[in-house]
């Protein structure tokens, strides 16, 4: 049980630091983007290639940087006047569609078997009985970081405050003088930033196949709004949520495959989104 | 000829399945993504029944039936979510429908899915099954006529414009979608049973974003409430994927070639004609 228990917590790190992402990018642009799941597969593979065709480090980090940075301005660049004419649901239709050709792409170029980033099996560190794989810990560790990294970026920089403001009231903001497409072309890169490194950390967990991304999204996609859109207590604990719940019943149950997951994460949601609509803790207020 | 019939019977399933897609995303606006649950869910339906031993006619019935329910749930989920949460949820239901597929195996098959897919009798020859598509796709786009021109689609435009202004002249937005998801739902049940008529083989590659994207695709091409656009629309997207038959690819690639040319002709026409789907009122 505590053995699921820790899966859980890495899974559910990393779907929260994707949700993370998307609550970023939805602060500023009001736009669901599908594209970052499929952009974290597609950097995730790019670090898998540079490794294969043995670069060096220095070449390794630059092409998975400049593939990350790429991906990101791509992703602006399809959203940005779809955002600006505030067509929401046409940027959501714009970045599904980028997720596919995305995928599409990796499933040409790399085929679709399983590929692992590092051959081999991975070191696992124990702790007692209990054991945890060195990406696992990696991923906590790195969840942490990047929450308190956000919070202290978000709360504390001036960045943040434009940020913040363009959440609340874009318009207003862009009155008082904030470039607001420069603060949604920087958020972009930084949820790609962010998307590449759970897509790296999701393909040494386990391993890359090109819908990875896909799966992924679905799920941050699912904790954030279960979560409510605009509450990040919420996000939080809905990721772990939609994780937990599925594992444990699987752990539980004999004879029932980790391939049931999405189909128990899809009802644990239906049920948490048919009794809070609107999020776990925010309440529904009126719309004048 | 063979060739020549199953691009028409495939020009005729994708009108069918269009029919019901056109009303919620074109004309409603309301993006259900939820379809190829639907289409997927009465095609298993009714080939576990089928080939269980149940009668045909009792198989069409039961595969109808159980989408018509899928379409009641996705309707409620839509009365209770924001239009965002549902278009997500919907998507995310495509993904955990051919999780379920691919799990289930000793119902569905699994990935390896089921062959000797069982068909009416009368169903001998691929024209004869053109003929009855044909004949299908010809009541469905008549029933859309009609639809647009009464006050049921006069309101479903309206819905698209304003759902406060629908409401506040005594239309309820929500029953309005819930009717058109429903029907959505029930058109693509009808899509996949002729469909895997034709084929004669379900695996869980069958829907899902396969259908999504040309769907989606003649959904945004064909946005105005004009039925001969939509049949257009759904000619030009069916036959389109076709020009790859003339480059040597390999067949492994062929199947995520289609998905590509889709997406990105998606794209294009998004950023394109995106001015054309939002209400024709102007934004003072």
Not at chain 1, 67 to 85: D, M
Not at chain 1, 256 to 275: C, E, Q, T, Y
Request: proline residues 3%.
């Amino acid at each position: 049980m505590v053995q699921i228990l820790i899966y859980s917590f890495v899974m559910g790190t990393q779907v929260l630091l994707l949700a993370l992402a998307l609550f970023l990018v939805y602060s500023v642009s009001k736009v669901q983007n599908f594209a970052l799941g499929a952009i974290g597969a597609g950097i995730a593979y790019a670090l898998y290639f540079s490794i294969s065709a043995h670069l060096q480090i220095v070449w390794t980090i630059l092409l998975t940087i400049g593939v990350s940075v790429v991906l990101g301005i791509i992703n602006f660049l399809l959203n940005e006047r779809l955002t600006r004419k505030q067509e929401h649901l046409f940027a959501l239709l714009t970045s599904f569609s980028f997720a596919i050709v995305l995928e599409s792409l990796i499933s040409i170029v790399f085929g679709t078997d399983g590929k692992n980033i590092i051959p081999g099996i991975l070191p696992v560190y124990e702790f007692g009985v209990f054991q945890i794989p060195i990406p696992g810990l990696i991923t906590i560790c790195f969840g942490v970081m990047i929450a308190v990294l956000l919070f202290f970026f978000v709360h504390f920089t001036p960045w943040g405050r434009m940020l913040r403001a363009i959440a609340e009231n874009s318009f207003s903001a862009e009155s008082s003088g904030v470039d607001s497409k420069k603060v949604r072309f920087l958020v972009y890169i930084v949820g790609s930033f962010i998307a590449g490194a759970i897509g790296i950390l999701a393909g040494l967990n386990t391993a890359l196949t090109p819908t990875m991304g896909f799966q992924l999204i679905i799920m941050a996609f699912i904790a954030f709004l279960v979560g409510g859109v605009s509450d990040i207590r919420g996000t939080v604990i809905a990721s772990y949520l939609v994780v937990l719940i599925p594992e444990t019943i699987i752990g539980s149950l004999e004879g029932v495959s980790l391939n049931w997951k999405m189909v128990l994460v899809f009802a644990v949601a239906s049920i948490l989104l048919g009794l809070r609509p609107n999020g776990l803790f925010v309440r529904e207020s009126r719309k004048s | 000829m063979g060739y020549f019939y199953t691009q028409i019977a495939r020009f005729f399933e994708n009108l069918i399945i269009e029919t019901g897609q056109h009303l919620s995303i074109s004309i409603a606006g309301i993006l259900f993504l939820g379809f190829p649950v639907s289409f997927s869910l009465s095609a298993y339906t009714f080939t576990i029944l089928g080939k269980g031993g149940v009668a045909i006619s009792l198989a069409i019935i039961a595969a109808l039936f159980s989408s018509l329910v899928l379409g009641v749930l996705f309707s409620l989920l839509y009365r209770r979510l924001s239009s965002d949460t549902f278009v997500v949820f919907t998507l995310a239901s495509v993904l955990a429908f051919d999780a379920l597929l691919r799990s289930w195996d000793s119902v569905t098959g699994g990935v390896l899915g089921i062959a000797g897919v069982p068909k009416p009798a009368f169903l001998s020859s691929l024209l004869t099954l053109v003929v009855l598509e044909g004949v299908i796709a010809i009541v469905f786009l008549l029933s859309e006529y009609f639809v647009l021109k009464s006050p049921l689609g006069r309101m479903l435009q309206a819905h698209k414009e304003d759902t406060t202004l629908l409401d506040s002249l005594g239309c309820n937005s929500r029953t309005v979608g819930s009717l058109v998801i429903i029907f959505a739902s029930f058109v693509s049940a009808v899509g996949g049973i002729v469909v895997i008529w034709r084929i004669q083989f379900l695996d869980p590659t069958l829907g899902g974003i396969p259908l999504l994207l040309p769907m989606l695709t003649i959904s945004i091409l064909a946005m105005r409430p004009r039925i001969r656009w939509m049949a257009i629309a759904t000619l030009f997207v069916t036959l389109l994927p076709e020009i790859l038959r003339f480059f040597p690819f390999p067949s492994t690639i062929i199947g995520h070639l289609r998905l590509l040319f889709y997406s990105c002709f998606l794209i294009v026409l998004v950023r394109r004609l995106s001015s054309g789907y939002t209400s024709e009122k102007r934004s003072i």
